[in-house]
């Protein structure tokens, strides 16, 4: 913040208060240097993704300056794309210029810290990149600038005397401490960075039921407060539509938790009667429990009170529990659709054609454990039919449960962390994990596919 120290000559100065003046100011300086806070940041724009029309985009704000609270980046389009969808942060555009600014838990970046956000947009013809980016007003370059001061001479003052009462005491004495340097505010300790993975996260998980229903199992985790930033929800569905008892997924929906989601499972914690039937999927139960992590998210009192970010929703499931998450994916609240050992039929059976995967608006993944799994021809035939950006992984030796309850579950789970981290938060990283070479399609008995990206 510049302070503006400028003196102005009052003309109502008596000769006696002149006097006074120039006794008093033995030992002050004469000159006073506004102070000014340095600026300075650094952007990296990444296109992440990219599909006909559309495309995704993760945006990395490193700040060089003094340390801020409270960031606004802004930049113009040079083709005319629109932004649909954005998280970690909020945003508006009139025409080609954009403005982004923070969300309530990344308002703060400290000297040498950073910031992430993503989003999804839209473009006709080319999509070419920003060449220029403002935080706070200052041009992003990639140095520091640090203002010039200006300094203000404090009134001159000639006494008619000989100035016989100048001090000769060396100008040391005069009070020119140094500033000590004001510590730039490190997160604590505890926090998560914007840009670290999830995949590297390892929290202690609790799982419990859902506040006010029991056909929801909560999986989070258990101080969300040392998650350090708000935390994106995967609401999730189960093998053989189990609505009712959910045993078989708790140690793979507790590996994704330990990594900083929120996961809702479509049972009740104890396997006690909820009401609803199992065996035939039921999407809505996984819109609705975006609905319950919405409201949780609002009340006081909740563990998770205000510590959801509802702009990171995703839906997956598991075998018959991918139908729900693939019919649940085309919710505009949902950013992301993991289907795993599961795909639409194409005799339309549980009453869900192949037509519905036209409806999907997000990137998607389809896993298959191989020849072995019954779900691996609909798998890959779902994954041919889709026109969103999407990854088929293949383990050729998981069948149909090995990600769930197999010695493949890490490797599984891991996939989707990674597949949801580069989807939901833009992350540089797990996006090189899925779509690279040297990532999952390197690992012993996997093969990946990709398309629209």
């Given at each position: 913040?510049?302070?503006?120290?400028?003196?102005?000559?009052?003309?109502?100065?008596?000769?006696?208060?002149?006097?006074?003046?120039?006794?008093?100011?033995?030992?002050?300086?004469?000159?006073?240097?506004?102070?000014?806070?340095?600026?300075?940041?650094?952007?990296?724009?990444?296109?992440?993704?990219?599909?006909?029309?559309?495309?995704?985009?993760?945006?990395?704000?490193?700040?060089?300056?003094?340390?801020?609270?409270?960031?606004?980046?802004?930049?113009?389009?040079?083709?005319?794309?629109?932004?649909?969808?954005?998280?970690?942060?909020?945003?508006?555009?009139?025409?080609?210029?954009?403005?982004?600014?923070n969300?309530s838990?990344?308002?703060?970046?400290?000297?040498?810290?950073?910031?992430?956000?993503?989003?999804?947009?839209?473009?006709?013809?080319?999509n070419?990149?920003?060449?220029?980016?403002?935080?706070?007003?200052?041009?992003?370059?990639?140095?520091?600038?640090?203002?010039?001061?200006?300094?203000?001479?404090s009134?001159?003052?000639?006494?008619?005397?000989?100035?016989?009462?100048?001090?000769?005491?060396?100008?040391?004495?005069?009070?020119?401490?140094?500033?000590s340097?004001?510590?730039?505010?490190?997160?604590?300790?505890?926090?998560?960075?914007?840009d670290?993975?999830?995949?590297?996260?390892?929290?202690?998980?609790?799982?419990?039921?859902?506040?006010?229903?029991?056909?929801?199992?909560?999986?989070?985790?258990?101080?969300?407060?040392?998650?350090?930033?708000?935390?994106?929800?995967?609401?999730?569905?189960?093998?053989?539509?189990?609505?009712?008892?959910?045993?078989?997924?708790?140690?793979?929906?507790?590996?994704?938790?330990?990594?900083?989601?929120?996961?809702?499972?479509?049972?009740?914690?104890?396997?006690?009667?909820?009401?609803?039937n199992?065996?035939?999927?039921?999407?809505?139960?996984?819109?609705?429990?975006?609905?319950?992590?919405?409201?949780?998210?609002?009340?006081?009192?909740?563990?998770?009170?205000?510590?959801?970010?509802?702009?990171?929703v995703?839906?997956?499931?598991?075998?018959?529990?991918?139908l729900?998450?693939?019919?649940?994916?085309q919710?505009?609240?949902?950013?992301?659709v993991?289907?795993?050992?599961?795909?639409?039929?194409?005799?339309?059976?549980?009453?869900?054609?192949?037509?519905?995967?036209?409806?999907?608006h997000?990137?998607?993944?389809?896993?298959?454990?191989?020849?072995?799994?019954?779900?691996?021809?609909?798998?890959?035939?779902?994954?041919?039919?889709?026109?969103?950006?999407?990854?088929l992984?293949?383990?050729?030796?998981?069948?149909?449960?090995?990600?769930?309850?197999?010695?493949q579950?890490?490797?599984?789970?891991?996939?989707?962390?990674?597949?949801?981290?580069?989807?939901?938060?833009?992350?540089?990283?797990?996006?090189?994990?899925?779509?690279?070479?040297?990532?999952?399609?390197?690992?012993?008995?996997?093969?990946?596919?990709?398309?629209?990206?």
């Open positions: 913040m510049r302070h503006d120290s400028s003196f102005r000559r009052r003309s109502s100065l008596t000769a006696a208060a002149v006097a006074a003046l120039l006794t008093a100011g033995a030992g002050v300086a004469g000159v006073h240097v506004a102070s000014a806070a340095t600026a300075g940041c650094q952007v990296t724009y990444t296109v992440t993704s990219e599909w006909p029309g559309g495309f995704g985009a993760s945006v990395g704000i490193q700040n060089l300056g003094d340390p801020v609270n409270g960031w606004r980046l802004t930049w113009s389009f040079p083709a005319g794309q629109t932004i649909t969808q954005l998280w970690n942060g909020t945003h508006t555009q009139s025409g080609s210029q954009v403005t982004v600014t969300a838990y990344n308002g703060a970046i400290p000297t040498g810290g950073s910031v992430a956000f993503g989003f999804n947009g839209s473009f006709t013809g080319s070419p990149k920003p060449t220029s980016f403002a935080l706070n007003g200052v041009t992003c370059t990639g140095g520091v600038a640090s203002p010039t001061a200006s300094p203000t001479a009134p001159t003052v000639t006494p008619s005397q000989t100035p016989s009462q100048t001090p000769s005491q060396s100008p040391s004495q005069s009070p020119s401490p140094s500033p340097p004001s510590p730039s505010p490190s997160p604590t300790p505890s926090a998560t960075p914007p670290r993975p999830m995949i590297n996260n390892n929290f202690p998980v609790t799982r419990e039921g859902a506040y006010g229903t029991n056909r929801y199992t909560v999986f989070r985790p258990s101080n969300p407060s040392s998650v350090g930033r708000a935390m994106p929800v995967l609401v999730f569905g189960n093998g053989a539509c189990a609505h009712t008892n959910g045993s078989e997924v708790v140690q793979a929906l507790t590996f994704i938790a330990a990594r900083g989601f929120v996961v809702v499972d479509t049972a009740s914690v104890d396997g006690s009667p909820n009401g609803v199992s065996g035939s999927p039921i999407p809505s139960l996984l819109t609705d429990a975006i609905g319950w992590a919405e409201r949780e998210n609002a009340r006081s009192g909740s563990p998770l009170y205000q510590r959801l970010d509802l702009s990171r995703a839906t997956a499931g598991h075998s018959c529990g991918g729900e998450a693939l019919i649940a994916g919710d505009q609240r949902v950013d992301g993991v289907s795993l050992d599961s795909g639409l039929f194409a005799d339309g059976s549980f009453g869900y054609s192949r037509s519905e995967l036209s409806k999907l997000t990137p998607v993944m389809f896993l298959d454990g191989g020849p072995s799994d019954i779900a691996y021809d609909n798998t890959r035939a779902n994954y041919d039919l889709v026109r969103v950006p999407a990854v992984a293949e383990q050729s030796q998981a069948g149909h449960t090995g990600f769930i309850t197999g010695s579950m890490t490797d599984g789970m891991t996939a989707v962390v990674q597949f949801l981290d580069m989807t939901l938060n833009g992350n540089a990283t797990a996006r090189s994990y899925i779509l690279g070479s040297s990532g999952l399609a390197a690992k012993a008995q996997w093969t990946v596919r990709s398309k629209n990206f």
